[in-house]
Nanobody, 124 residues
Framework: QVQLVESGGGLVQAGGSLRLSCAAS????????MGWFRQAPGKPREFVAG????????YYASSVRGRFTISRDSAKKTLYLQMDSLRPEDTAVYYC?????????????????WGQGTQVTVSS
């Protein structure tokens, strides 16, 4: 079992930045794919970014590519999402997720573990 706890959400003006963190605990993992998803009010949850824990390879949704950066600190077992040039349409609850296996995927159904989410609100 893997436990994921997000932090770092908040209220920011358009054009600003936030960094989300996701601390992992429980069963040791070193090869899992991990990702960030988000869900805006009235909309389905969507993929934001993914990373291979072992290689560091990354993949982004087109809506955030060039503005968001996903990274991980293996020693701290922590996943990050640096969000720059934020827009009001980035407002959502952001979730950290982990797979039980390797590989970068955008399909949320292929992620086994989820955090509780952290709210990000971008004002115009």
């Amino acid at each position: 079992q893997v436990q994921l706890v997000e932090s770092g959400g908040g209220l920011v003006q358009a054009g600003g930045s936030l960094r989300l963190s996701c601390a992992a605990s429980g069963r040791t993992f070193s090869r899992n794919g991990m990702g960030w998803f988000r869900q805006a009010p009235g909309k389905p949850r969507e993929f934001v970014a993914g990373i291979s824990w072992i290689s560091g390879s990354t993949y982004y949704a087109s809506s955030v590519r060039g503005r968001f950066t996903i990274s991980r600190d293996s020693a701290k077992k922590t996943l990050y999402l640096q969000m720059d040039s934020l827009r009001p349409e980035d407002t959502a609850v952001y979730y950290c997720a982990a797979r039980d296996t390797t590989g970068l995927v955008a399909n949320e159904g292929l992620y086994a573990y989820w955090g509780q989410g952290t709210q990000v609100t971008v004002s115009s």
